[in-house]
């Protein structure tokens, strides 16, 4: 038997993601880079120094140049700028290099931490979410933070720094200016405090509408085939042009809010900027508060710096909202409550097969009455058992309740003995494998979906042996590269016969314990089926086996054939034994035979 797969490192935003403090989340994910953010910040600071020092050496030139001070003044000040300008380049990429790669890796551990909750969520929250709208939170919620980290490092840094310069050289330069300067702080941010609000619920209704367009996109993608064989384009195209122009709206509505905040904030920020150069001027022209020529360039050259510095603050408020909301909906993935919990749980390290279901119901959530009521049935180790029925007689909840997707409402399932909802289903799953009716590949080679989820892979020996035992060798030989042949996304470079056979060797390499069929003939031709057929005979030898089926030639050699009709059991036995019986398997269930 394989060597078991070790079992997946938890989140690390399991216990520290909180919906109500998204900039705390943001805070544990940079947790680990806090000495390199630090050192970030200060590179960026020595590299900014010549947009704040500007204005005070143009001051410095003017009056230089109108009170005839020495000339080597000039040269003081013009060698002194142009040193720190020079200097911004190698600290520009030391910047660059500190900066991104903390980010890139804080997008790293997100769409890590997302996939990983994924694979814990149970299958019914998978039934209600569609894979479109999981796939946009990876992808664009994660550019979305990405988007917003590094916009306001880099341009809410440039903001802050300008603004934090420019107030300390007036300080020193003009003191009796500064408390003018400083009435542009508190009105800013009460525009922004006003606006925010606003700007945050169209940002979740944007957002909303974009998952709703990713999940019609990806079902109109997957029923292109259905769609073109029934001439049903055009009612395809309306269904999706409906979403769009939903988005298109809420996309209006939004630039529209964040256009009019812009336009406010730059039109009472200028009108300061103008007030402050005309009132410096007055001032230095009167020969009030001893300012200089000098200085009221300086003034009016900060005042303009530090008015776009607020510009740049207030415009990111869109950004920083946008990058929030999507902290928020990826929160949507990892709090949700509808987890497969293993943790703390007895491990299995061996499974004999026998399967007990003592009193076992279920009831779906949204539904009115149980799917599955009052399931009581022992199964021998390595003995064989069909489950039949009318569409709806519970079949498949009966495949998912022992696979562990869900679980039971009422009763319990035995696993040689142990409650299986006191075991860690993580571990039973390595002793079981499923074979569905579609199967699954995915764009790989024929080897690397034979041999997905055994750790290390397997050698060729026995790779080769489950081949031959699925009667796959027949195709896989004549494939260009034989086993290193890329099969397509979900294998669409082969037929349904050969990728079930791939799926078959699949389970055969897994040695598994007990085997789970569902479906697993039922669509596929003749010639494909009587080879499945033969290979499902190696494969069920030895072990506890479930088949769900709707042909004869698939379930009369199992040795008890369980008869359902709306979640209960109602006949039990051998294919034989059920037809001497005369009653609902020989009446109306009785399979059809293949072909």
């Known amino acids: 038997m394989q060597k078991p797969d070790s079992v997946p490192r938890t989140s690390p935003l399991d216990h520290h ?18 000495r390199r953010l630090s050192l970030a910040v200060l590179v960026f ?105 590094q916009q306001s490092a880099d341009m809410g840094l440039g903001a802050i720094m300008t603004l934090v310069g420019g107030l300390v050289v007036i300080g020193f330069r003009a003191p009796a200016v500064l408390p003018v300067f400083l009435v542009v702080v508190p009105l800013a941010a009460l525009l922004v405090r006003r606006l925010r609000s606003r700007i945050r619920s169209n940002n979740e209704e944007f957002r909303l509408e974009v998952e709703r367009m990713s999940s019609h996109v990806g079902e109109m993608t997957t029923l292109i085939p259905i769609t073109r064989a029934h001439g049903l384009e055009r009612t395809a195209l309306h269904r999706v042009d409906h979403t769009l122009e939903r988005v298109l709206s809420a996309g209006f509505r939004l630039d529209l809010l ?52 607020l510009t740049t603050l207030m415009g990111l408020t869109p950004v920083i909202s946008k990058g929030l909301e999507s902290v928020r909906s990826m929160g949507e993935v990892l709090q949700a409550p509808d987890l497969e919990s293993n943790e703390g749980k007895a491990g299995v390290d061996r499974v004999e097969g026998r399967i007990d279901f003592e009193g076992m119901g279920f009831r779906y959530p949204e539904a009115t009455e149980a799917s599955v009521r009052g399931f009581d049935l022992s199964v021998r180790p390595g003995e064989t058992i069909a489950l039949v029925g009318a569409s709806g007689a519970g079949k498949s909840t009966i495949l998912n309740l022992l696979i562990g997707f869900i679980r039971p409402s009422e009763g319990r399932i035995l696993l040689d003995g142990a409650d299986m909802a006191e075991l860690d289903l993580r571990t039973y799953r390595r002793f079981l494998s499923v074979v569905p009716q579609e199967s699954i590949l995915f764009e790989g080679t024929v080897r690397e979906n034979v041999t997905y989820g055994l750790e290390g892979g397997a050698d060729d020996d026995a790779l080769r042996r489950a081949l031959v035992a699925a009667n796959a060798t027949e195709f896989v030989d004549r494939l260009p590269e034989g086993l290193d042949t890329v099969v397509g996304q979900r294998g669409a470079r082969l037929s349904g016969g050969q990728r079930q056979r791939l799926a078959i060797a699949r389970a055969l390499i897994r040695d598994p314990r007990v085997l789970v069929l569902d479906e697993a003939t039922s669509a596929l031709d003749n010639r494909s089926e009587a080879l499945i057929q033969d290979a499902l005979s190696q494969l069920v030898r030895g072990r506890t086996v479930f088949v769900v089926a709707h042909r004869l030639s698939t379930i009369r050699g199992a040795d008890r054939i369980v008869v359902m009709d709306r979640g209960r059991i109602v006949e039990v036995g051998s294919h034989q034994e059920l037809l001497a019986r005369g009653g609902t398997y020989a009446t109306t269930l009785q399979p059809r035979r293949s072909g």
């Open 17 to 34: 993601y909180s919906g109500e403090h998204p900039l705390r989340t943001l805070a544990y994910l940079f947790r680990p880079d806090r």
């Open 45 to 149: 600071a020595v590299k900014h120094i010549p947009v704040w020092l500007l204005p005070l050496i143009t001051a410095n030139i003017i009056d230089v140049v109108v009170e005839h001070r020495p000339i080597a003044e000039l040269w003081y000040n013009t060698g002194v700028l142009v040193f720190v300008l020079v200097l911004n380049f190698p600290l520009a990429l030391l910047y660059a290099r500190l900066m991104s790669s903390s980010i890139r890796r804080m997008g790293r551990e997100l769409r890590s931490a997302l996939c990983r909750r994924m694979q814990y969520l149970s299958i019914g929250y998978h039934a209600r979410v569609s894979a479109g709208v999981l796939q946009t939170k990876v992808v664009r919620d994660v550019e979305g933070v990405e988007q917003m980290t």
């Open 258 to 309: 964040n256009g009019r905040f812009g336009a406010l904030s730059w039109i009472l920020l200028n009108t300061m900027a103008v007030g402050c150069l005309a009132g410096s001027a007055v001032v230095a022209y009167h020969g009030w508060l001893g300012l200089s020529a000098g200085d009221v360039v300086m003034i009016s050259a900060f005042f303009t710096a530090l008015t776009a510095s």
